[in-house]
């Protein structure tokens, strides 16, 4: 079926350092693909999206590049800041009415 | 425009009692998604609501049910609680459906069983 895989957690970067987080996918389709932040007590939200091959999604200085051949979107950020302390998931839709699909998230934490 | 509500935030019940969660999606959206999210299993993906109606269903059991009223306003039931049952569980609303939309979560109900 339908998955999301993301890097295993937790990653601790100091404040301005660079952040990559990975995600692959497997689809039977193709897909939309997502990445949500969840902050600590909060529901998620979404951060960037991308729906075709290609496509660059960017949103608060994160960008993800949908990249089809290596069934990809690594979510990146040149410089974090400890607001950005929170959990990532990566996740995919593909067209239609089917639900998304969640990576198991990624804990991002950023210290000063 | 206010996002999604759900409520309460919190809750607290006993095993084999059930529980009904509230959500209210964002006003113009019609498809409404639940998801349990735990620890251990992450987000999986309860039902889906679509103008009343059922579009799209997880794999739980049937103590899990929902429903949609005609103002997309969403409930969610579970009945005989287990312990495994305490999660977050979070609601999320559409325009139309998944697809190339994204969802906009609320910030979720969390039961815990004990």
């Known amino acids: 079926g339908d998955s999301v895989t993301q890097m295993e957690g937790p990653v601790t970067l100091s404040e301005e350092a660079f952040l990559t987080i990975n995600c692959t996918y497997t689809?039977?389709?193709?897909?939309?693909l997502f990445w949500y932040v969840q902050y600590p007590g909060e529901g998620l939200q979404l951060l960037l999206k991308?729906?075709?091959?290609?496509d660059k999604g960017s949103n608060k200085g994160f960008e993800a590049t949908y990249r089809k051949e290596t069934t990809s979107f690594h979510l990146e950020k040149g410089s974090v800041q400890v607001s950005d302390s929170a959990v990532y998931f990566c996740a995919l839709s593909l067209s239609g009415n089917t639900p998304l699909v969640f990576g198991k998230g990624t804990r991002l934490s950023v210290i000063a | 425009k206010a996002g999604v509500t759900q409520t309460p935030r919190y809750l607290i019940k006993t095993r084999g009692q059930q529980v009904t969660l509230s959500c209210s999606p964002i006003s113009g959206h019609r498809s409404v998604s639940w998801y349990q999210q735990t620890p251990g299993q992450g987000l999986q993906f309860l039902f889906e609501?679509?103008?009343?109606?059922?579009?799209n269903k997880g794999n739980f059991p049937g103590r899990f049910s929902g429903r949609q009223f005609s103002n997309s306003r969403s409930e969610m039931n579970v009945s005989t609680l287990e312990l495994g049952d305490s999660a977050l569980y979070l609601c999320?609303?559409?325009?139309?459906?998944?697809?190339?939309?994204?969802?906009?979560f609320g910030s979720g109900t969390r039961l815990t069983v004990v």
């Open positions: 991308a729906t075709k091959a290609d």
């Open positions: 689809a039977t389709g193709y897909p939309s």
């Open positions: 999320a609303s559409s325009l139309a459906g998944m697809g190339d939309y994204g969802y906009t």
């Open positions: 609501y679509f103008s009343e109606t059922q579009r």
